[in-house]
């Protein structure tokens, strides 16, 4: 399993930005795909983003408003959120999973918050 830990959650505005980030024990250029999910409180967890190998791709919510990208120098992934709305709070995971996985079967980070209010 690989390990993940996410970070930069925290409070923002709506229409307001954050910025999250994913980072591993292992070297992401080795990892298929790597995605978000979030959790709203009472809701089931969610897909937000996904980075494969192949390209990206984004829930019907997180088109045109949030971006996911890997940094191999970093080796960590992050998903640049702008035009936040307070729908968007919740706790985002980081996923991680190879080739041939499902998310369920992945690696999961321990999730970040994030609240979206004014």
């Known amino acids: 399993q690989v390990q993940l830990v996410e970070s930069g959650g925290g409070l923002a505005q709506p229409g307001g930005s954050l910025t999250l980030s994913c980072s591993a024990s292992?070297?992401?250029?080795?990892?298929?795909?790597m995605a978000w999910f979030r959790q709203a409180p009472g809701k089931p967890r969610e897909f937000v983003a996904q980075?494969?190998?192949?390209?990206?791709g984004y829930s019907d919510s997180a088109e045109g408003r949030f971006a996911i990208s890997r940094d191999s120098a970093k080796n960590t992934m992050s998903l640049q959120m702008n035009s936040l709305k307070p729908d968007d709070t919740g706790v985002y995971y980081c996923?991680?999973?190879?080739?041939?996985?499902?998310?369920?079967?992945?690696?999961w980070g321990q999730g970040t918050p994030v609240t979206v209010s004014a």
């Open positions: 996923n991680a999973r190879q080739r041939g996985q499902v998310y369920t079967s992945g690696s």
């Open positions: 980075t494969t190998t192949d390209g990206t």
């Open positions: 292992i070297n992401i250029d080795n990892i298929y795909a």
